[in-house]
């Protein structure tokens, strides 16, 4: 069974930095992609950042400067370093994985950046 654990959300002052990490246990091989989404309240879910095998890295242009996607490969870790962080990136940030025709979601880590 597949799972992914996300850690270190939190809440930041606007300017702060913080690193969200993402480990996938269980079977994992054959990856299309691994990254990050995120969800703001009364929105809809969006691509932050992810590795994807056909196109290379992608980033949101929104976050575009400011973070940084990362991996492990020997972990089965995805990192997400977000710098010089806005009010509008506070949301529920989701780490993803494409894998062998499976999508996988995280249980989502909250994100709040105060003015």
């Known amino acids: 069974q597949v799972q992914l654990v996300e850690s270190g959300g939190g809440l930041v002052q606007a300017g702060g930095s913080l690193r969200l990490s993402c480990a996938a246990s269980g079977s994992i091989f054959g990856i299309n992609a691994m990254g990050w989404y995120r969800q703001a309240p009364g929105k809809q879910r969006e691509l932050v950042a992810v590795f994807s095998r056909r196109v290379g890295t992608v980033y949101a242009d929104s976050v575009k400067g400011r973070f940084t996607i990362s991996r492990d490969n020997a972990k089965n870790t995805v990192y997400l370093q977000m710098n010089s962080l806005k009010p509008e990136d506070t949301a529920v940030y989701y780490c993803?994985?494409?894998?062998?025709?499976?999508?996988?979601w995280g249980q989502g880590t909250q994100v709040t950046v105060s003015p």
């Open positions: 993803n994985l494409d894998m062998r025709g499976s999508v996988y």
